[in-house]
């Protein structure tokens, strides 16, 4: 690093430890190793590196760098990142060149006469105490310290650009960015409406994933077994137990009750470093869950508050700029710790090559906008919808899981049409499951509401197919068909007619029916997957 004095270098320095790990070698402490006796204040230590490159023309900075790099490595292959604070003349850059070859990098920082005069005036530092700032610029090194700006890989002026901007580039100089958007994200979703088991396939595949994010609200309840009882999730991600080295996110676009995820928050034991919400998530009020409860009784909404909360955010605007009302996450005291920035997470994730899974909720019939209006949430449920929730580009995306029940639900009450409704009876009757066991586990989890159900529905699974692109089919309840179903662990111990079924799917959708879900218990998934 070359700059100026007051160019931002400390600021970059400081940033490349935080961002990177950076191991920081400052020049000063090399003179100071090679010329003991001289005092640490700023213009002698500018004579001392002086007197240093007209002896040998700045190789001396080379020669001292790779004793320190010698015993910060341990005799071994250097790795990771060195930053020099700072370089003062060509020499020494191509001291270090020299040594180190393509692995150097050179970024060069500025700002104009007058910004640079203006920082010196208001900073305080103990070496800075007695000297002048035009004393400083009168060395002659200080005074073509520019010069260097034509050799450097990068130039940045650092009064056009804000210090974020500055390790940006910086950061991109280094190659610490993907040069390709790697695919490292995974996203399931719901393709009926809602209710699919997401929560029990994420259970299952979790602990493959190094971050875990989950978009949405409180309407909709996800279970993963356990025991004594099953574990519910109405905010967090379904895989918070089953990957316990995880980390934990939710997206800008999550809505979120207070009250009940600091209660799943306590129940989970979430420490605040495995957790982040994102600073513009939407807080949901008591107020929003009663106008709701008002407004939406006609088509059974969950009343959770979430679409009254989803409308304030959107309407809400000028009352927010003006200070009038405070509902985002970041404005919440109780949510403080563990406020953050998914961009951010979700970013360094990808550079470290870590692996991700967005869980959805609801279903993809569910959407605002490719749903049945106005049977619909108040969020485009499908894959393009969740990704836009939680900040990640389409490009990121390695595997789209959409999954489907052998019967779709609804909730129970005037929640919109179903082609070929069934009554719990007729499910009883085909799969010889008890009536008053499926009776138990067809009520939603969040309002304990009882569920409507019907047939299979090819062309909405067809649609669902077409609006989410899956890769993947991950299928469900498929001991409704049979409850001899229960007892398979290998696809062929499935019953005929249920092998029947998933050839099918696969030949509707064209895709790989992936998972199936044969109860729920321990071991209930038949994995088929390639990868």
Not at 430 to 446: N, V
Request: proline share 5%; aromatic share 6%; net charge positive.
């Amino acid at each position: 690093m070359s700059g100026p004095i007051c160019s931002g270098k400390s600021a970059l320095v400081r940033q490349l430890t935080e961002k990177h790990h950076a191991e920081i070698i400052k020049t000063k402490e090399l003179i100071l190793k090679k010329a003991p006796k001289t005092k640490p204040a700023r213009r002698a230590l500018q004579l001392a590196g002086q007197r240093l490159d007209n002896a040998d023309g700045g190789a001396w900075v080379g020669e001292a760098l790779q004793r320190v790099v010698d015993i910060s490595s341990k005799g071994q292959t250097p790795k990771g990142l060195y930053v020099v604070d700072s370089v003062r003349i060509p020499g020494q850059i191509a001291a270090i060149r020299k040594a180190y070859g393509a692995e150097v990098h050179h970024i060069h920082l500025t700002a104009t006469p007058k910004e640079l005069r203006r920082r010196y005036g208001c900073r305080q530092r103990e070496e800075d105490e007695t000297v002048g700032y035009d004393a400083l610029k009168r060395n002659r090194t200080e005074r073509e310290i520019e010069k260097l700006a034509d050799i450097a890989d990068v130039v940045v002026a650092t009064d056009k650009c804000s210090e974020e901007a500055v390790l940006v580039r910086a950061t991109a100089l280094l190659n610490l960015y993907p040069r390709s958007n790697d695919a490292l994200v995974d996203v399931l979703i719901g393709g009926q409406y809602g209710s699919e088991g997401k929560g029990n396939i994420v259970g299952h595949i979790a602990p493959e994933y190094d971050l875990l994010i989950r978009v949405g609200g409180p309407n909709a309840g996800h279970q993963v077994y356990a025991e004594p009882d099953p574990e519910k999730y109405y905010h967090l991600p379904s895989g918070t137990r089953r990957a316990p080295n995880a980390q934990l996110l939710l997206g800008p676009g999550a809505v979120i009750f207070p009250p009940k995820l600091l209660e799943e928050i306590a129940a989970h034991k979430i420490s605040t470093d495995r957790l982040t919400i994102d600073a513009q998530a939407m807080i949901i009020t008591d107020d929003d869950q009663k106008e709701e409860e008002k407004r939406f009784k006609s088509i059974s909404s969950t009343a959770q508050g979430v679409g009254i909360a989803s409308a304030r955010k959107m309407t809400g605007r000028s009352a927010y700029k003006e200070k009038k009302a405070q509902f985002l996450a970041k404005d919440c005291p109780d949510l403080k710790p563990y406020i953050g920035n998914a961009r951010k997470v979700i970013a360094d994730a990808i550079v470290e090559g870590k692996r991700i899974l967005l869980e959805g909720t609801q279903g993809t019939s569910l959407s605002l906008h490719h749903g049945q209006y106005p049977h619909v949430t108040t969020r485009d449920t499908t894959v393009s919808g969740c990704l836009a929730d939680a900040g990640i580009a389409p490009s990121n995306v390695r595997k789209v899981i959409m999954v489907c029940r052998t019967y779709p639900i609804r909730v129970g009450g005037p929640s919109g049409e179903m082609a070929y409704e069934l009554t719990m009876e007729d499910i009883h009757k085909r799969s010889g499951i008890p009536l008053d066991q499926l009776k138990r586990t067809e009520t939603t989890t969040t309002t304990n509401r009882e569920r409507r159900i019907a047939e299979f529905d090819w062309v909405q699974f067809k649609d669902s197919v077409q609006l989410n692109g899956p890769t993947d089919i991950a299928l469900t309840f498929v001991d409704y068909f049979d409850f001899k179903n229960r007892e398979a662990y290998r696809f062929e111990q499935l019953t005929p007619e249920t092998i029947s079924f998933v050839e099918e799917i696969e030949r509707v959708s064209g895709r790989p029916v992936s998972l199936l879900s044969t109860d729920f218990n321990w071991r209930n998934i038949i994995d088929r997957r390639a990868w």
